[in-house]
């Protein structure tokens, strides 16, 4: 899958749970992110985010930081 598509799958998981505050949606996104991407897709995206971690929001990327 292409990084700019999981970018915007992440960003949007990450609005989802905005609602419920900037630490309650980080792990929430990073539980998500766990239960329910296939993992060559969280594979991907950290190798996204250890490139630079171009697009991602701030709550999509603290998620993946925690998910490393």
């Given at each position: 899958m292409q990084a700019d598509k999981l970018v915007h799958m992440?960003?949007?998981?990450?609005?989802?749970?905005?609602?419920?505050?900037?630490?309650?949606?980080?792990t929430a996104t990073t539980n998500?992110?766990?239960l329910f991407w296939d993992p060559r897709m969280r594979r991907e995206i950290l190798?996204?985010?250890e490139a630079g971690g171009e697009g991602l929001d701030?709550?999509?990327r603290a998620a993946l930081e925690q998910l490393s």
């Open positions: 992440a960003n949007q998981i990450a609005r989802a749970f905005g609602v419920e505050g900037e630490a309650k949606a980080i998500h992110l766990k190798a996204h985010l701030p709550v999509s």
